[in-house]
């Protein structure tokens, strides 16, 4: 598993500009009525929510110790 080895540099803006849009069609799909009937989603209750942002930024710390650490 890897990661950019220069985090927030500009080297590649379009990465950042698919990124955005990734997360957009996400919460389009579980927050704009007819995607999510389409799709047959629905929004997670606040605490699973939080539990799910909790564990992606545990991840993203994770990440950047490992990338640390190989310096």
Not at 9 to 20: D, R, Y
Not at 27 to 53: C, H, K, V
Request: hydrophobic share 60%.
């Amino acid at each position: 598993m890897g990661s950019r080895a220069r985090p927030r540099s500009l080297a590649n803006p379009l990465l950042l500009v698919a990124v955005a849009v990734a997360l957009a069609l996400q919460f389009a799909g579980i927050f704009l009525s007819p995607l999510r009937a389409l799709l047959d989603t629905e929004p997670l209750p606040p605490a699973a929510f939080l539990l799910a942002a909790g564990l992606a930024c545990a991840g993203y710390g994770a990440m950047r110790l490992a990338a640390g650490r190989g310096r």
